[in-house]
């Protein structure tokens, strides 16, 4: 799985993965998470054996790993809202949020750095970096990012159920599936749906 990060930190002293969860969901934010690790951190990192797409693991599985990174890592969160995504799009939304993630960290990590972008856009920031299509099975710096943004993500939604329970937001997270659906129609939109998708 490592097998692109084998050898950059020849050439840099930290790498930063990063990665997004939420761009398909009706409601709620995106979050992105940018995940910095240099060498010592990355073999810390090489010890969590279940780490991969956040996609392939349970809710579990996930939880865990996040709890393992959390105050072991560097790494930034950052989310754009409805409202953003709305106004922006899902992806120029989701790019300014990496961009933002990536920005928080001191400018000496970023000079140091090569950043791993997960998908094939690259991002409008003055640092190396290159785009991994799958990059969340491919890298473990992307697939930590990919758990963190998930989990912050996920527990978002569901603080929103406490708020608006009428949507099950705690089953579905707000994505589209056909219960979803079903609630939209009943309820009609709720203040934190996504009013620029489709949601029938």
Do not use: W
Request: charged content about 30%.
């Amino acid at each position: 799985m490592d097998c692109i990060e084998l050898g950059l930190f020849e050439k840099y002293r930290y790498i930063i993965g990063i990665d997004e969860a939420g761009r398909g969901p009706l409601a709620g934010p995106v979050f992105v998470c940018a995940f910095c690790c240099d060498k010592k951190d990355y073999q810390s990192l090489l010890t969590f054996r279940e780490l991969t797409d956040s996609k392939r693991l349970n809710e579990k599985k996930r939880e865990k790993l996040y709890l393992g990174f959390k105050h072991r890592f560097n790494y930034s969160i950052k989310q754009a809202s409805h409202e953003e995504i709305d106004n922006l799009n899902i992806l120029n939304a989701t790019l300014k949020k990496m961009e933002e993630a990536l920005l928080s960290f001191d400018k000496e990590i970023l000079k140091n750095s090569i950043i791993l972008v997960d998908g094939n856009r690259s991002l409008n920031i003055p640092y190396p970096q290159k785009t991994v299509i799958k990059g969340d099975l491919k890298c473990k710096t992307i697939a930590a990012a990919s758990i963190m943004a998930k989990v912050s993500r996920d527990i978002f939604m569901l603080e929103m159920d406490k708020l608006y329970p009428q949507y099950n937001f705690k089953k579905h997270k707000g994505y589209p599936t056909k219960e979803h659906r079903e609630l939209i129609k009943k309820f009609g939109l709720s203040p934190i749906h996504r009013k620029s998708f489709k949601h029938f």
